[in-house]
């Protein structure tokens, strides 16, 4: 295995630090990644190399492996003097550097034009770059010719973390490795499709970055489009990464921008979660009393293809919401005619990406006894019971194919900048808004959501 150097910006992070060092640790013992990889950590904060092992150890809950060394420097990113620290640090290393950006988005620039006037951009260098990427279409459009000035494309990898999960890797192989799906996956019987992203939590902190974020740009922008351009995307000739993301773009760019008519936002407010009392958004730490920013959001997307045509993908996504739940559901047309009396089922494919991970498809069938009454029941693929192993974490497979020099599972430019392209209507919009509709933590969101799926005469699928 190659030797790796892990250069870590925004090393004192709430991400380095939840996410980063667990995973890197993991790798490190389970040899996914070298027993000598060296981590160095570079952030504001003055701290020894031995605060620094502290912290990562008490991140990853282990103690760091003693053949991985392990080094802090403290600076300003975008300044000069971190970058020729590390520079001096690295003279002589071999192997791969790989960069990783946990920084805010408006970092990232000057970080990367840094990174290059220290000479430690093309040459070994690999990147690898936090969400959200940019604000906007046009600031994800100069991030990239930023990035590209400093790293050849092919060594930009732009994390989604949803990617690397099991499950979301699992849309693209349950449709195209079953000859079953494909000829009902259209318009022909498709009615609509629902894409759910339910947390329970709220910010945790993080005011500084939600309050400029919200909602969409925090979970839609990423996440939710790429669950919407797994499900909707054609295949590909070959299982590439090219094949792949050419396919997720091409999909992507037929998305039409989302109308302000399209879309409706809300705000939490006190309430009850998993019977916890908790505060409003506006209450939380950090954050404005009179903040504006939405903190859930549903969508109605369109797809101009011929596949989709006339399908809507209703999009929702919130914090504070009654459970944590991620699925895709496919809700399939009704039969033609109804023989048995009322009881004709609507059939509907549901992806459960998290918790709880499986593929159910609710099917009508005969309730055992005199006469015929049919109710719905489920058939399901369960990964607990069918698979033995337990999935790796979303950040322990995306540093390593990060190494390994596989940018499947991460953004392309063009699919960043499409993604965006997609919202950028209403992200402009909902940026100048003076409110925010709120609904109460433990809710569903506010009242318009339902009215949104409601004017089509439709529901959304709660449990
Ligand atoms: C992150 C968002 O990208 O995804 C968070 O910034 C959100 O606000 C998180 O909570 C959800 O990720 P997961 O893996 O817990 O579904």
Not at 96 to 112: D, E, K, M, R, S
Request: with cysteine; hydrophobic share 40%.
């Amino acid at each position: 295995m190659e030797t790796l150097t892990l250069v870590v910006f925004g090393a004192t992070g709430d991400l380095a630090r939840r996410k980063l060092y667990p995973a890197i640790a993991n790798n490190i013992m389970s040899g996914l990644l070298p027993k000598d990889t060296r981590l160095i950590g570079t952030a504001r904060q003055v701290m020894t190399d031995q605060g620094y092992r502290r912290l990562v150890e008490e991140s990853a809950g282990r103690s760091w492996p003693k053949s991985a060394p392990l080094t802090y420097l403290s600076g300003d990113a975008d300044q000069p003097a971190v970058h020729q620290a590390l520079a001096e640090h690295l003279k002589g290393t071999r192997g791969l550097h790989l960069f990783y950006l946990a920084v805010p988005t408006q970092l990232i620039g000057p970080v990367v034009a840094r990174l290059a006037e220290a000479k430690l951009g093309r040459s070994r260098g690999r990147v690898i770059v936090e969400k959200p990427f940019g604000v906007d279409e046009a600031s994800a459009r100069t991030l990239n010719r930023q990035m590209q000035k400093a790293f050849a494309e092919g060594e930009i990898y732009r994390i989604d973390h949803y990617l690397g999960k099991e499950t979301v890797q699992n849309i693209l192989v349950f449709r195209f490795s079953n000859g079953v799906m494909e000829p009902l996956w259209n318009r022909g019987q498709i009615d609509h499709v629902q894409i759910t992203a339910a947390e329970t939590i709220g910010i945790e902190g993080r005011s500084d970055y939600y309050d400029h974020s919200g909602a969409l740009r925090d979970m839609v922008q990423n996440h939710l489009l790429q669950l919407l351009a797994l499900t909707a995307m054609e295949p590909p000739a070959v299982f590439s990464a090219e094949g792949v993301r050419s396919e997720k773009v091409k999909v992507l760019s037929a998305v039409r921008p989302v109308r302000a008519e399209d879309a409706v936002r809300g705000q939490y407010q006190a309430g009850m979660v998993e019977g916890v009392r908790v505060r409003a958004y506006t209450a939380e730490p950090g954050v404005a009393k009179d903040s504006r920013r939405e903190t859930f959001c549903a969508l109605r997307v369109f797809i101009d293809n011929w596949r989709w045509h006339g399908v809507p993908f209703y999009l929702r996504t919130g914090k504070r919401l009654p459970e944590r739940a991620t699925r895709i559901q496919v809700v399939f047309k009704a039969p033609p005619l109804d023989l048995f009396e009322g009881a004709a089922q609507t059939n509907i494919l549901t992806i459960h990406i998290q918790p709880d991970e499986r593929i159910s498809l609710r099917i009508g069938a005969k309730r055992p006894g005199l006469g015929t009454h049919v109710d719905p029941v489920e058939m399901e693929f369960v990964y607990a019971s069918s698979f033995r192993s337990a999935s790796a974490e979303a950040y322990e497979r995306l540093l390593v194919d990060a190494t390994q020099g596989d940018p499947t599972l991460f953004t392309r430019e063009d699919e960043v900048e499409a993604a965006w392209r997609v919202l950028d209507p209403l992200v402009q919009r909902w940026d100048r808004e003076t409110s925010c509709p709120p609904y109460a933590a433990g809710s569903w969101g506010p009242q318009t959501a339902a009215a949104l799926i409601a004017r089509d005469g439709r529901t959304w699928l709660d449990p």
